[in-house]
């Protein structure tokens, strides 16, 4: 690699790579896929069909399935996939059979304030813009398949209150449903941060008093908070996508009855919108490993996991599979643990938990990074005390883990600005703690800073696991939000709004919706509902305002504090810095 990651752009590093980069046959061919199981889309980038690999192997025992998670991130991110990319470079340069599974990029951070989630420095994957910019249409795919279920309800409204019954029923074959418009549940979805859409009005009248719809409140989310993403991450297979998307609950009837896609008979339309993107897509590292990216849901507002079916390919395929959770293990790991696991039926044998000196110091008392803003000149200057503090926040996740019963490796994540004796004082504080560390520069060396990295994950994955969920799905749903917040928060207690304690009251009653798992959405800066409390906060309790029902993907989903399923841009976004040489037609800035 001829580009210096302290010296040059992740964009600029990713396209000195390009020129050099593997065909995607021959990652293909790596990876142990034949030429009917890859399904190339130009020469660097392809589909998987899944079904022939997991026929083909399925009685290959599986390889070693190592989790990714980290610490409670500053807003400028920990460098989880940098981490991943980095380990699978690691393992790699040991000459280990391996392969990664992440998520695919939203549009909303690329261009806004988090960049494309494909690594950085000399640990990334390829190639950079497809990637960051759309990849292979999963996400259209996905915003297609949500906003036609809201087409469905929006007419059946408009439809229901312009006609009779007997009307009704010779016209659409369909006899009234009676939705309730003031308790829809479902909004619109797009692929950016826009935080003028939150709440909306609809169906306006138009020109000359024309009749455009049913007037009403609504809402958008961002594109990786649909249901039909938390779908696409946890399908087993098409006829399983089939059955979860009838069962997304869109809305509520005047008598309080669910109503699902099914109901609106639109889930099949749906899923025809879903077919391709229900096949894992592949690429490639800066060093040629294997890459597989599918789904791509945040953790603080969604399940935050790559797919259950890359993970099974990968498994299959790899001696070692890297897998990523979202966020700190809080939330990401808490999902990987007791959701992802739950429906896969997978059992990890090693979770890593990357740390930062940034993200220590920011935990002990520095000043917190403000995206779009320089770092603070205290992170380049050395504080012991400081990172000391901040490692409460790093022992608070080790110990999370090891209530899942697996064996934690600390990354430490290391930059060129950290110094010896904030090394040493991370490394010691975790192995007091009893977990393994290793430091890894794999950002700024690649595959060659990882060697120590990828030895310590090797040596966890022989240690015998004991993989226990914190609950179980017959107990009851305030026990195991409860649950959630003391033990994997830290929480006090959990207090609830009007509107919680009533949603909660008819999901109960519900045998069936009583029974799904739990996916908590709260903020991923604190192990608090409040982004601003850092380190481990004592003394609070958890506040869920909300809770939705998705009933396609099999969760239950509190909503914690302040925190919206559409995010906002902030003042100083990425897309300002992204621009197209048009002599070449290559794209600049994506990070």
């Known amino acids: 690699m001829a580009l210096d990651p302290t010296k040059h752009l992740d964009w600029e590093i990713a396209e000195d790579a390009e020129k050099t980069m593997l065909k995607i046959s021959e990652i293909g061919e790596k990876l142990g896929l034949t030429k009917e199981e890859l399904l190339p889309q130009g020469h660097y980038i392809a589909k ?94 996905i915003m297609n398949a949500h906003n036609l279920a809201m087409v469905a309800l929006t007419s059946r409204l408009q439809h229901e209150r ?10 659409s074959g369909m006899k009234r449903i009676d939705i309730d418009p003031t308790k829809v549940e479902m909004g619109w979805i797009m692929d950016f941060c826009c935080q003028a859409l939150r709440n909306i009005i609809i169906g306006i009248d138009g020109v000359n008093g024309k009749s455009d719809g049913f007037m009403m409140k609504s809402k958008f989310g961002i594109a990786v908070s649909s249901e039909v993403m938390a779908i696409l991450a946890m399908a087993n297979d ?56 599918h789904a791509g849901p945040f953790a603080n507002i969604a399940i935050g996991q790559s797919s259950i079916l890359a993970d099974k390919v990968g498994l299959k395929l790899a001696d070692y599979h890297v897998t990523e959770s979202g966020f700190g293990a809080d939330i990401g ?52 005390e400081w990172v000391a503090k901040g490692c409460d926040n790093l022992i608070h996740h080790i110990r999370n883990v090891r209530k899942a019963g697996i064996s934690p490796v600390v990354c430490i994540n290391a930059f060129y600005t950290d110094t010896d004796a904030e090394i040493a004082k991370v490394r010691e504080l975790s192995e007091a703690e009893g977990a393994r560390v290793a430091l890894s520069r794999h950002w700024e060396q690649g ?8 030895e310590t994950v090797i040596e966890a994955c022989e240690e015998k696991t004991e993989f226990k969920f914190l609950y179980e799905l017959d107990m009851p749903i305030k026990e195991r939000i409860e649950l959630i917040a003391k033990e994997v928060y830290g929480a006090d207690g959990v207090d609830y709004s009007a509107e919680a304690e009533q949603s909660l009251a008819r999901i109960q009653a519900d045998p069936e919706l009583a029974g799904l798992g739990m996916c908590m959405v709260k903020t991923h800066l604190s192990l608090s509902d409040n982004p601003a409390l850092k380190g481990v906060p004592t003394g609070w309790r958890l506040t869920i305002r909300e809770v939705l029902t998705y009933g396609g993907a099999g969760f239950i989903v509190p909503v914690a504090g302040a925190i919206s399923l559409m995010p906002g841009t902030g003042s100083n976004p990425a897309f300002k810095r992204v621009d197209v040489d048009v002599e070449t037609g290559k794209v600049q800035g994506v990070f």
């Open 238 to 293: 098409l006829k399983d996508m089939r059955e979860r998307m009838g069962k997304i609950v869109v809305a509520y009837t005047k008598k309080g009855k669910p109503v699902t896609t099914e109901d609106l008979q639109v889930a099949g339309a749906m899923t025809a919108w879903m077919v391709e993107a229900l096949k894992p897509s592949l690429m490639q590292t800066l060093e040629g490993q294997p890459v597989i990216v």
């Open 333 to 384: 790991f808490e999902k990987f643990w007791n959701l992802k696991c739950r429906y896969s039926g997978l059992k990890p044998d090693c979770a890593v938990v990357v740390a930062t000196i940034r993200a220590l110091k920011c935990h002990g008392g520095a000043p917190v990074p403000v995206p779009g803003k320089p770092m603070p000149e205290e992170y380049s200057t050395e504080n012991v």
């Open 447 to 454: 595959g060659d800073g990882a060697i120590e990295f990828a």
């Open 48 to 141: 998987i069909d899944f079904q022939k690999v997991l026929e083909r192997l399925k009685d290959k025992p599986d390889g070693k399935y190592i989790d990714v998670t980290a610490i409670t991130p500053t807003p400028l991110g920990e460098g989880k996939s940098t981490s991943s990319m980095g380990l699978v470079q690691g393992l790699g340069k040991l000459g280990k059979n391996v392969c990664a599974a992440i998520r695919q990029p939203s549009g909303g951070p690329t261009m806004n304030i988090k960049g494309s989630a494909a690594g950085g420095g000399l640990a990334q994957c390829i190639p950079l813009t497809p990637f960051s910019l759309g990849f292979t249409g999963d996400i259209n795919a």
């Open 162 to 171: 312009n006609y009779t019954d007997e009307q009704l029923e010779r016209l």
